[in-house]
């Protein structure tokens, strides 16, 4: 990531963007909200000499940058130095304002109570002479800024807003300084000097700035917050001492011990004790989790009560705080498909205000009332000024700053700002059954052995089969198994038929265990037992038939109960009107019964693993005539090509990296309360980005031509420019203000608590 400090318009992207544009082997991403330009490497090259390029571009445009590292440690020092930096920034404007004012405020006041501001003899020459040198004064140190911007543009044959607010105010002090010097020059109607105007428009700017700067603060609350949450020591045992180190000196492979009240450092797993660890700071979840040897620990949640020994997996930049932050940061620098419309307009914005500023202030000269040149140039400086595209460059990335930050609060990780977009417009939402509506942990419910062979001996063959499976629910069968103690016997010639079930040998009997589907295609004959199989699926089971040396020895019943919100969480989406569909491996009549007491509107029952993409493909094909968006849902490796498919895939944070690498949205906790959240959160965020850009359009529409003087026939009256200029610094801080909303975003189930 590299940090432009010069960045101050939306005119200012679009230079920065060209000039990236073309410079091979790497992608920038532009972020005028927080002046950043995020870098992606395309290519296999040297990515220090990528860096060294677009450094050198961004300095030939008159952007110069400066590298920041992404890694939790160097991040958050350089957090910490620009929060120094805009405090200081802010300080500055604060005071430069009050000198501007100081000066501004009292002449604004003289000229409204005696109307007397211009110049007819040598004695107003005089004192309006040194007005006008300390105005000259003002516009050099209060408003030096902005003449600096527009020397370095102009140098590179750019135009920002420093050009317009420098062209404006400049004008205005050097009209009424020829004013001063040389009367005679004017007819008496057009001695009139705009000193105030100069000195008003820099302090209501300057304040804009320092109100937006620390608005525009408050955006960045969540990646701050996200970087308190790091331990700054860890607690390492070595050679037999517990030892206080700094946590960038904890080694993989570490053992450490944390205390009742203190965070977890690193990423680990327990080898000892037990205790309730609060996570909600990373999952949104506010229950404490029970931990106990061999669970997994993350860095920033923080222990509840009990002392813990665990050992360090993953440290530093590797740890999941720290991918998170680093998450968040990329997602709030991505570009939402809505925010391009802003930045074509904004890219030709600066040229184009000062011709139509131009063209104006002619049609005043040739064809307006007399006094021609003052009123020209009120018009030409007030277009100027009220013209600036700030608002309208803030309007997108500042609501994606916000919204992505609100989301991680939420345990919400949005890989993209496209997927906030996107989420938005969901109207059917696919789910996967195992681990997405249900528990993802099923447990034997049932067994049922046909003569010759007892429930004992059908549990031993199918406990030590679906040993070599990686299946939730042979995973189910082997923990019943070992909860029955079992004496585990050797697999041979074990294959997975995926879909289907698993078949192999055991003490030299050719087993079996599978649907019906697996039983017919081998030549088995189920009607035995398929009116017991079916009243189990009625129940929500999975009845799993079993064969032994091609004989159907009986059935293995497993139940995967739904979650306990999932039903309220499926209502919640029928509240946002999405229409919900499961998919699922298992038999018709088991995804019946799952689908009913879940209350979700479709279902597709023995779908094989490959033909998930392909059902979300067709919806789409189906629903995309009609504008529709399809979103998916799922946890497992099976997921992976149907979240990468849909529109918008949500990964369930408990679920497999592929599954989480293949979606644009991870939820970091196994609810779907989760997906609702995304989409009420994508939504209001999408509100805000089209209130900021209708008020920015809005503002800019009616405001230059209001500025150009088109209500003079009507009223007889010009815009002042001081008004301009107070106009064009609270549409900037009304942006950020508006994008900070989201800060108080509460999920629909949070109101209903």
């Given amino acids: 990531m590299i940090s432009v400090a010069s960045m101050n318009c939306a005119s200012c992207v679009g230079k920065i ?54 890694e939790e440690s160097s991040f958050e020092k350089q957090q910490e130095q620009q929060e120094a930096e805009d405090r200081r920034r802010y300080r500055y404007l604060l005071k430069h304002t009050a000198i501007a004012l100081g000066l501004g405020i009292p002449l604004m006041i003289w000229g409204m109570v005696t109307g007397e501001m211009g110049v007819n003899n040598t004695q107003e020459q005089v004192a309006w002479g040194v007005v006008g040198v300390l105005t000259g004064l003002i516009l050099y140190f209060s408003g030096g800024h902005f003449f600096t911007g527009m020397w370095q543009s102009l140098k590179h044959r750019n135009a920002n807003m420093d050009t317009l607010v420098a062209l404006g105010t400049g004008a205005a002090w050097l009209f009424s300084m020829i004013v001063v010097l040389f009367p005679e020059w004017l007819p008496a109607s057009a001695r009139h000097v705009y000193f105030e105007a100069s000195a008003m428009i820099i302090g209501l700017i300057n304040l804009g700035h320092a109100l937006e700067l620390r608005a525009r603060g408050k955006t960045s609350e969540a990646v701050k917050r996200l ?59 506010p229950i404490p989790v029970e931990k106990k040897v061999g669970d997994a620990i993350t860095a920033g949640t923080l222990n509840k009560n009990g002392s813990l020994l665990f050992t360090a997996e993953k440290v530093g930049s590797e740890t999941a705080l720290a991918q998170i932050i680093a998450l968040v940061k990329k997602a709030q620098s991505s570009k939402m498909p809505i925010a391009r419309l802003a930045d074509k307009i904004s890219s030709i914005f600066v040229p184009a205000v000062i011709l139509i500023a131009i063209l104006a202030a002619a049609v005043w000269f040739f064809a307006g009332p007399e006094p021609k040149v003052a009123h020209m140039l009120v018009v030409a400086t007030t277009v100027l000024i009220i013209a600036c595209p700030c608002a309208l460059g803030l309007a997108t990335p500042m609501s994606v700053m916000v919204g992505v930050g609100k989301a991680a609060e939420l345990g919400i990780l949005i890989r993209k700002g496209d997927a906030l977009q996107q989420a938005s417009k969901l109207t059917t939402l696919v789910l996967d059954k195992t681990g997405t509506i249900t528990k993802g942990r099923p447990t034997v419910t049932e067994i049922v052995s046909l003569t010759p062979y007892t429930d004992a001996e059908l549990l031993t063959l199918a406990a030590s089969l679906e040993q070599a499976s990686e299946h939730p629910l042979a995973e189910a069968i082997v923990e019943f198994g070992k909860s029955k103690q079992v004496g585990f016997k050797t697999v041979d010639a074990f294959q997975a038929i995926p879909g289907h079930g698993v078949s192999g040998k055991v003490d030299d009997h050719a087993l079996l265990l599978g649907n019906e589907k697996l039983m017919t295609d081998n030549g088995l004959n189920i009607e035995s037992l398929a009116s017991k199989a079916k009243q189990l699926a009625e129940q929500g089971q999975t009845p799993m038939f079993m064969a032994i040396d091609n004989h159907l020895a009986g059935i293995i019943s497993v139940s995967d109960p739904i979650r306990s919100d999932s039903q309220a969480a499926i209502k919640r989406l029928h509240d946002l009107g999405i229409k919900v569909v499961m998919l699922t491996g298992d038999n018709r009549l088991t995804a019946q019964a799952i689908a009913q007491q879940a209350g979700i509107d479709e279902f597709h029952a023995e ?147």
């Fill in 17 to 70: 963007e060209k000039s990236l544009h073309g410079i091979d082997g790497v992608k920038g991403t532009v972020n005028l909200a927080d002046k950043t330009v995020l870098l992606e490497s395309t290519s296999s090259s040297d990515i220090h000499k990528e860096i060294h390029t677009v450094l050198a571009a961004l300095e030939k445009a008159g952007f110069p940058g400066t590298v920041m590292n992404l």
């Fill in 607 to 753: 779908v094989l693993p490959e033909d998930k993409a392909e059902h979300v493909k067709q919806l789409q094909r189906l629903l995309y005539k009609s504008g529709h968006k399809v979103g998916m849902a799922g946890d497992g490796i099976n997921d992976a090509p149907a979240l990468a498919q849909s529109d918008v895939g949500f990964a369930i944070g408990t679920g497999t990296d592929v599954a989480i690498e293949s979606a644009e949205v991870t939820l970091m906790r196994s609810s779907l309360h989760g997906v609702a959240d995304a989409i009420e959160l994508s939504r209001a965020t999408l509100r805000n980005i089209k209130q900021n850009l209708f008020g920015a359009f809005i503002y800019n529409s009616l405001g230059i031509p209001v500025a150009a003087g088109i209500l003079f026939p009507f009223t007889g009256m010009l815009l002042n420019p001081v008004i301009a200029g107070g106009a064009m610094a609270l549409s900037s801080v009304t942006v950020v203000s508006n994008a900070n909303r989201l800060r108080l975003f509460k999920p629909s189930r949070n109101l209903q608590i």
């Fill in 227 to 285: 970087l308190g949450l790091q331990a700054k020591t860890a607690r390492v045992i070595r050679d037999g001492k517990e030892l206080d180190t700094p946590v960038q000196q904890v080694h993989k492979g570490d053992t450490l011990r944390v205390r009742p009240g203190e965070k977890i450092p690193v990423d680990g797993i327990i080898v000892d004790g037990n205790s309730f660890v609060d996570e909600s700071m990373l999952t949104g979840e």
